[in-house]
């Protein structure tokens, strides 16, 4: 069955990095696009970022772009956004989700939790 | 602020049909398909309703999904107790930098 497991969450200072993966399992990974998105806390989704099967096209939304980078290694199955600059309203679960040609999110990971406080 | 428009709260009694609308621009909603979603208590968000109105195998028939011109509906019939959840639109924007847009969820209350 397919599984997406989010991991690299945390708490970090102001300023500072952080790097999430998100592990997939159970369909072939290089034949879907990606994307991160998240939800700050008690608030709604946000979407984050995109890639392409291939990893030749990126979309970010306006909130990260300069400080954050969505990559991908399809021969271990995984997915990463690299997070520099953090902000605190960067606080927020961070979920990465499957998308395809004919569907889009249709398998969420379960989250992993992104703090920035001093 | 969200770029589509949900209510933030709806509700109902067991048995009952709720709507819950989504409100967009030609842009989103009026050019492209809308989904939905579901987000039990703790839960990460689970797919609902794809390209305006098909139901993901294991989706009940009771969820439906609509669109007309810039706005879409979700509609749940024979209201259950276990439908009460947090509910989001969501449809890809083709004039913003940013691919996809969703809106701020409705919070389903089961009386």
């Known amino acids: 069955q397919v599984q997406l497991v989010e991991s690299g969450g945390g708490l970090v200072k102001p300023g500072g990095s952080l790097r999430l993966s998100c592990a997939a399992s159970?369909?072939?990974?290089?034949?879907?696009?990606m994307s991160w998105i998240r939800q700050a806390p008690g608030k709604g989704l946000e979407w984050v970022s995109y890639?392409?099967?291939?990893?030749?096209?990126?979309y970010y939304a306006d909130s990260v772009k300069g400080r954050f980078t969505i990559s991908r290694d399809n021969a271990k199955n995984s997915l990463y956004l690299q997070m520099n600059s953090l902000r605190a309203e960067d606080t927020a679960v961070y979920y990465c989700?499957?998308?395809?040609?004919?569907?889009?999110?249709?398998?969420w990971g379960q989250g992993t939790l992104v703090t920035v406080s001093s | 602020q969200s770029v589509l428009t949900q209510p933030p709260s709806a509700s109902g009694t067991p048995g009952q049909r709720v709507t819950i609308s989504c409100s967009g621009s030609?842009?989103?909603?009026?050019?492209?398909?809308v989904y939905w979603y579901q987000q039990l208590p703790g839960t990460a968000p689970k797919l609902l309703i794809y390209?305006?109105?098909q139901r993901p195998s294991g989706v009940p028939d009771r969820f439906s999904g609509s669109k007309s011109g810039t706005s879409a509906s979700l509609a749940i019939s024979g209201l259950r107790s276990e439908d009460e959840a947090d509910y989001y639109c969501?449809?890809?924007?083709?004039?913003?930098?940013?691919?996809?847009?969703f809106g701020g969820g409705t919070k389903l209350t089961v009386l």
């Open positions: 030609s842009s989103n909603i009026g050019s492209n398909y």
């Open positions: 390209r305006n109105n």
């Open positions: 989700a499957r998308d395809g040609d004919w569907v889009s999110f249709d398998y």
């Open positions: 159970g369909f072939t990974f290089s034949d879907y696009y």
């Open positions: 890639i392409s099967s291939s990893g030749s096209t990126i």
């Open positions: 969501a449809a890809w924007d083709d004039s913003l930098s940013g691919l996809w847009v």
